[in-house]
């Protein structure tokens, strides 16, 4: 038995892990470009509109509109569907508060849908299982790069005049059944912040086919103000804020999309053949993804069974680490709905809204025990790095110090 790394042993990783510099493509030529067109405004400039071409054109799909961040695309989309106060709208209990904010500010009631124990994702049945007569919409979250099975939530929220909305933050270009997520449902959203597969600081984009919402969404992402026509009306019924990108965003964007299909491709390739390495390995679980997807693994969620694996994750984790292999316990801290400002329903001070709105009418409780499966998922993920630069040599180095971890705690049962 190899002595482990964590006890004196020799770390298996030898080899420091590849890395990359983002901007090295056309980043720098475009914001020159961009400066010299002496307006850095999305809709008198070149580079918005390009970035919503392009990226329309890479989706498949008519209409890209360009926004400040994944959170504000998110907002947008459910502003452009008209959700308002006294709507639930249902999504996953393990997202970034970005899938939630929106909600909020639209004084919506988000309602936690339930997930695959290994895919990480809602399904049509957990979202089945939160619909009411007040559900005005799904944003249906793509965890990590990887499909949730969104085109039969699609079709149950279709029948019964519910929105979907795709947040793809995580998953660019992952492809599902023939096409890319995001273009599944009603909006798909996706963030430029500077953690996703593609990056312009901070940014966002909607997509969609369907030009009315076309119209709502970049018209809610800039104070409600229609541009489209000569001039420019102010005059509102409504309320919306100001998400617009800058051309220098937009042209860090042009240059960032022209490299994403490659870089889910490496990402896709690195994770998938992570999973055939040690997907063998008693007592771990690799992430669940549907034969018809090719996710982009943001990142690489495994679950241990800590009975069967013959440590705590946190050993696990560490010993790893001690291996030279990057390597988390856990991912958020717990399940959105478990967070004060719902627990203690303080999302605006102390009034209780949007949770006690009149126009709702309804008690709703968050606590926890709501979404067993998510609960369980934090409780026993190990978050590892798949980036589209590693190496050969990251690989094998990975999928060996697993296993020599693994057998060495196998040994101890
Ligand atoms: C799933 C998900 N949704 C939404 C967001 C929000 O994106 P942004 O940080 O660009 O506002 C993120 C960002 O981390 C995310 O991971």
Redesign the pocket.
């Known amino acids: 038995m190899e002595k482990l790394a964590i006890h004196g042993g020799t770390p298996v990783k030898t080899t420091p892990y590849g890395t990359t510099n983002r901007f090295d493509g056309n980043e720098l030529k475009y914001l020159e470009e961009a400066l010299k067109q002496n307006t850095l405004f999305y809709w008198k400039g070149g580079f918005s509109k390009r970035l919503c071409e392009d990226f329309a054109k890479l989706n498949g799909v008519k209409h890209c509109a360009v926004t400040s961040?994944?959170?504000?695309a998110?907002h947008v989309a459910l502003g452009a569907c008209g959700v308002g106060p006294g709507d639930e709208v249902i999504t996953s209990p393990i997202?970034?508060m970005?899938?939630v904010i929106g909600i909020l500010y639209q004084n919506a009631v988000p309602v936690f849908a339930d997930l695959d124990p290994h895919s990480y994702n809602m399904t049509a049945e957990t979202v089945a299982a939160c619909i009411t007569d007040k559900t005005k919409a799904v944003v249906v979250?793509h965890?990590a790069g990887n499909a949730a099975e969104v085109d039969k939530i699609v079709e149950l929220c279709h029948k019964k005049g519910i929105y979907v909305v795709e947040?793809c933050?995580?998953s660019y270009c992952c492809e599902y059944k023939g096409k890319y997520v995001g273009t599944y449902g009603d909006i798909g959203c996706f963030?430029?912040?500077d953690?996703k597969h593609i990056s312009a600081g901070?940014g966002?984009m909607v997509i969609t086919d369907n030009s009315e919402l076309y119209h709502k969404a970049v018209m809610f992402a800039d104070k409600n103000y229609n541009r489209f026509g000569e001039g420019v009306v102010r005059n509102s019924p409504h309320v919306a804020p100001n998400y617009r990108m800058s051309e220098l965003q937009a042209a860090v964007g042009v240059a960032q999309v022209e490299k994403v299909e490659e870089i889910c491709r490496k990402r896709n390739a690195y994770g998938d053949a992570l999973t055939e390495g040690i997907k063998d390995i008693p007592g771990l679980y690799v992430p669940k993804v549907h034969p018809d997807c090719k996710s982009s693994y943001w990142f690489y969620l495994i679950r241990v069974d800590e009975k069967e694996l013959g440590c705590t994750r946190e050993e696990f984790a560490k010993a790893i680490r001690a291996e030279g292999v990057g390597a988390g316990a856990g991912y958020i801290a717990q399940c959105v709905y478990e967070m004060d400002m719902f627990t203690n329903k303080t999302a605006y001070s102390d009034l209780g809204c949007p949770f006690s709105c009149p126009f709702y009418g309804k008690e709703i409780e968050y606590k926890t025990g709501l979404c067993p499966n998510a609960e369980e998922i934090l409780k026993t993920c190990i978050r590892m790095e798949c980036k589209e630069y590693y190496t050969e040599d990251d690989l094998k180095e990975t999928i060996a110090a697993v296993r020599k971890v693994a057998a060495y705690y196998q040994s101890m049962k």
């Open positions: 961040s994944g959170t504000s998110i997202t970034d970005g899938s979250v965890l947040d933050a995580q963030s430029l912040n953690f901070d966002g």
